[in-house]
């Protein structure tokens, strides 16, 4: 029988480990309780962490299967076809959840991804 005395020693969590936990309990059907308790930590210590991840403090993992959403075009008012192409081609409109992201050619895609991820957790 061992008995230990006095403050236990603190785990330390990678942060690619929480951004899986995490991950996991947005999973469709998770319970956020039965999440915790699997991987040894109290529901509101995942709660922090699933906080944390929606200010963009905490990235999570990238998802197996690649993400597509339609692509909608609005009609342009009348211009010259080398205006349209011009604009079209220095900036793309993402919408999710209602919240609108545009980005200007040669946006760091590693950027863009993790405002994505922060958007898409935020709504």
Same mark, same amino acid.
């Given at each position: 029988?061992?008995?230990?005395?006095?403050?236990?020693?603190?785990?330390?969590?990678?942060?690619? %480990?929480?951004?899986?936990?995490?991950?996991?309990s947005y999973a469709p059907g998770?319970?956020?309780?039965?999440?915790?308790?699997?991987?040894?930590?109290?529901?509101?210590?995942?709660?922090?962490?699933?906080?944390?991840?929606?200010?963009?403090?905490?990235?999570?993992?990238?998802?197996?299967?690649? &993400?597509?959403?339609?692509?909608?075009?609005?009609?342009?008012?009348?211009?010259?076809?080398?205006?349209?192409?011009?604009?079209?081609?220095?900036?793309?409109?993402?919408?999710?959840?209602?919240?609108?992201?545009?980005?200007?050619?040669? %946006?760091?895609?590693?950027?863009?991804?993790?405002? &994505?991820?922060?958007?898409?957790?935020?709504?």
């Amino acid at each position: 029988m061992e008995i230990q005395v006095g403050a236990g020693r603190r785990r330390r969590w990678s942060d690619e %480990v929480k951004g899986r936990i995490v991950a996991e309990s947005y999973a469709p059907g998770a319970v956020v309780s039965e999440v915790a308790h699997r991987h040894g930590i109290s529901p509101q210590h995942l709660f922090g962490w699933r906080k944390a991840a929606r200010a963009g403090l905490l990235s999570l993992p990238a998802e197996e299967a690649p &993400l597509f959403v339609p692509v909608v075009t609005e009609p342009r008012p009348a211009g010259t076809a080398a205006e349209a192409a011009t604009r079209s081609s220095t900036t793309i409109t993402i919408e999710i959840g209602g919240a609108v992201v545009r980005a200007a050619a040669g %946006v760091d895609p590693v950027w863009l991804r993790e405002v &994505l991820r922060a958007v898409r957790a935020a709504t």
